[in-house]
């Protein structure tokens, strides 16, 4: 039997412009994880609404052609916008920080079993990141959640190994809620550098 076309919604990641005509956009889905697909831009079947980082949309992918593998990229005959979290490029903090973080859900690989936790995980982030204060601590809490439901011994190794002071400002900063947290934010710096390079080179994350 013919593979049907496909409709996941997801968050978009990454978009680069492929070639005159389309848009290459990345979407984080709750069931398949990151996945890619092109999105028409010009022609007859232009899109009524430009994919826009940080977007929450569905989108409709054509039918497999004869002898294309699944997986293989395919292009989207719909895309339609659910939610774009304009808030965000209100603030450079904001906008440098969620860029940051949906740069490392996009070019890391993840256990397809995360994917929904990491799905939540997303949505949570953007929407603070667009709503709330302290975008720079709401990076650190989204990364140290995205390692831990990735599987990673944050934790049990990163957090453990950490000096004594820096384990205080940790605890302090996860478990306060964005709208009351008061704190310096050189410390949330500190820590966050140090959790991006025990990614980086203890398991070999991409990290920019």
Known sequence: ????????????????VQGEKFWRVRIFTETLGAQSCLVRIAGKNKTTCVPDLFDKAEILLEKPKN???????RFAKEYRLVHRNSGISRDYTALFSASKFVSVLAKNAFAPESAPALFKLC??????????PHADATYFKALWTLAREGGYAVKEDWFENSAFDDRDTISFVL???????EIDSRDIARCTHRLENWLVHEHQFAIE
């Open 123 to 132: 949505e949570n982030a953007l929407h603070a990141f667009a709503e709330k």
């Open 175 to 181: 478990r306060t809620p964005l709208e009351n947290l």
């Open 1 to 16: 039997m013919p593979a049907a076309a496909k409709q996941f919604s997801g968050y978009v990641l990454d978009r680069i």
């Open 67 to 73: 002898g294309q593998a699944e997986e293989e990229l």
